[in-house]
């Protein structure tokens, strides 16, 4: 069973600085399987990064999407005031998603 | 702009069944997998299962006995029945599309609102 695990849990930034998030993948997985979200309170989660590096339609570049194997990342390169969620990363492989705990990006 | 719409009961007692019902507007029905995805406090963002058009499925094998995801295309129209719901079924539920072979494929484009479902006594 594949297990992702993401870090930090809690992430306190300041705009206009760059933020790294981390999901790493119990077995190696293909980048194709790989998508990250962001979630803020009160809201469904919304699709940015597809296929580990794709933007989603309507995701700003100042969000990218990297890595390979079982280290993957989201980064934002610029935090923006409406940037500040939750952001979770998505696995699918032998027909089951699977979803990461989640690292919160909070105000410091 | 495609939406989803979902409705159901949001309050079930210990051992009763949840049933909940998405609707798709505004896009095709095909080409797409359509699921339903939970979120609960102690457990996060769960995959529940998924079926397309013509009626295949696949579930989560941690919920398989117990969920039955069907479909009306007619209606566009897809459903979720979670028998013997328990305390831990409590949830914000979410109906779902997923791209089957278009981009962005292996991922959700496209959320419904949510549906609060409180099991208790």
């Known amino acids: 069973e594949l297990v992702l695990t993401q870090s930090p849990g809690t992430l306190s930034l300041s705009p206009g600085e760059r933020a790294t998030l981390s999901c790493r993948a119990s077995?190696?997985?293909?980048?194709?399987?790989l998508a990250w979200y962001q979630q803020k309170p009160g809201q469904a989660p919304r699709l940015l990064i597809y296929?580990?590096?794709g933007r989603a339609s309507g995701t700003p570049d100042r969000f990218s999407g990297s890595g390979s194997g079982t280290d993957f990342a989201l980064t934002i390169s610029r935090l923006e005031p409406e940037d500040f969620a939750v952001y979770y990363c998505?696995?699918?492989?032998?027909?089951?998603?699977?979803f990461g705990p989640g690292t919160k990006v909070d105000i410091k | 702009q495609v939406q989803l719409q979902q409705w159901g009961a949001g309050l079930l007692k210990p051992s009763e069944t949840l049933s909940l019902t998405c609707g798709v507007y505004?896009?095709?029905?095909?080409?797409?997998?359509w699921s339903w995805i939970r979120q609960s406090p102690g457990k996060g963002l769960e995959w529940i299962g998924e079926?397309?058009?013509?009626?295949?499925?696949n579930y989560n094998p941690s919920l398989k006995s117990r969920v039955t995801i069907s479909v009306d295309t007619s209606k566009k129209q897809f459903y979720l029945i979670l028998s013997s719901v328990t305390a831990a079924d409590t949830a914000v539920y979410y109906c779902?599309?997923?791209?089957?072979?278009?981009?962005?494929?292996?991922?959700?484009?496209?959320w419904g609102q949510g549906t609060v479902v409180t099991v208790s006594s």
């Open positions: 296929g580990a590096s």
């Open positions: 998505q696995h699918y492989g032998s027909s089951i998603f699977t």
């Open positions: 505004g896009g095709s029905f095909s080409g797409y997998y």
């Open positions: 077995q190696s997985v293909s980048t194709s399987s």
């Open positions: 079926i397309n058009h013509s009626g295949s499925t």
């Open positions: 779902v599309r997923a791209p089957i072979t278009m981009i962005p494929q292996n991922a959700f484009d496209i």
